[in-house]
């Protein structure tokens, strides 16, 4: 009998994927820093088992329909908002994402944008590298101070908990707002529930964590942004479109709040001309958030082992339906 056949939509490695070889035929897309057609997409979907997608991928109405022989698709992402979920459980389409292996790395790279946004970090290091630093000044890149500083965390799940450990070693008073709350962490961290506007209100820094659904599309819009402390700064590290980025632009041109430190746009990738990239008060990644070696490994692998489970009749190992 042949194979089970599987696409993966980025080349990677090999030994990540050797688990996955050793049960189905692997195919990867060429190209390691851009995303596959969609029309290459479709096209390698109807002989398809298993998906190995990115959450640039949109696994959709469309695709489920005519990719009849496949089984599982597994997300190299925490986040799944690029898949339709509900399509898939109609067509007994198992769906894997990433969580756990990329929490403490996500956590870390929301701390530094903080710290970054706060401490006035790539201005400064811009400062020395285009030969402009010619004495040392007293107020020279004076920037707003991190420890005892009240943070605001928005989403308290594994990633937003992990934010909050970092925070209190900041002497940081800690706010949060949830769907639900957490009484468990509340006494463990001492971190305090807050009403969303409440936590607007207080907030040093508001840092966005929650992810992408139907409810937390644009929840952080222009009544947001005014809720906040002129000296606040906002930090997003969950998805673009939870943040209304016309109003955060708006804010920014009229020195609503103090800077922002963002790892995700609504539309990406974007391009140098975005008017959020005029502001030296807004830090801006390239969605970075899981970007260590290690933990891009791990997301891998466990995509490869998820896949592989299933087409061998096994239970995958973090199925989300």
Sequence with gaps: MSKPYVYVTRKLPEELLHVLSQTAEVECWEE???????????????????????????????LLEQAASLKVVANLAVGYDNIDLEEAETRNVIV????????????????????AAARRIPEADQYVKKDKWHGWAPFMFAGADVHKKT??????GRIGTAVAKRAAGFDMEILYHNRSRKKEIEQDLG????????????????????????????????????QMKKSAYLINVSRGPVVDEKALIEAMQNEVIAGAGLDVFEQEPIRAEHPLLKFP???????????????????????????AAVLKGEKAETPLN
Excluded: W
């Design 32 to 62: 390691t820093d851009k995303p596959v057609p969609r029309e290459i997409l479709l096209e390698k979907s109807r002989n398809a088992d298993g998906l190995l997608t990115m959450l640039s991928d949109k696994v959709d109405k469309e």
């Design 191 to 226: 971190v305090k529930y807050a009403e969303k506007k409440e936590l607007l209100e207080k907030a040093d820094f508001v840092c966005v964590v929650a992810p992408l659904t139907t409810e937390t599309r644009g929840m952080i819009g222009k009544g947001e942004l005014e």
């Design 96 to 115: 894997c994402n990433t969580p756990d292996v990329l929490t403490d790395a996500t956590a870390d790279l929301a701390f530094a944008l903080l710290m």
């Design 281 to 307: 008060q807004v830090v801006a990644l390239p969605h970075i958030g899981s970007a260590t070696t290690a933990t891009r490994e791990e997301m891998a692998e466990l995509c490869a082992r998820n896949i």
């Design 151 to 156: 943070l605001g965390i928005i989403g308290m």
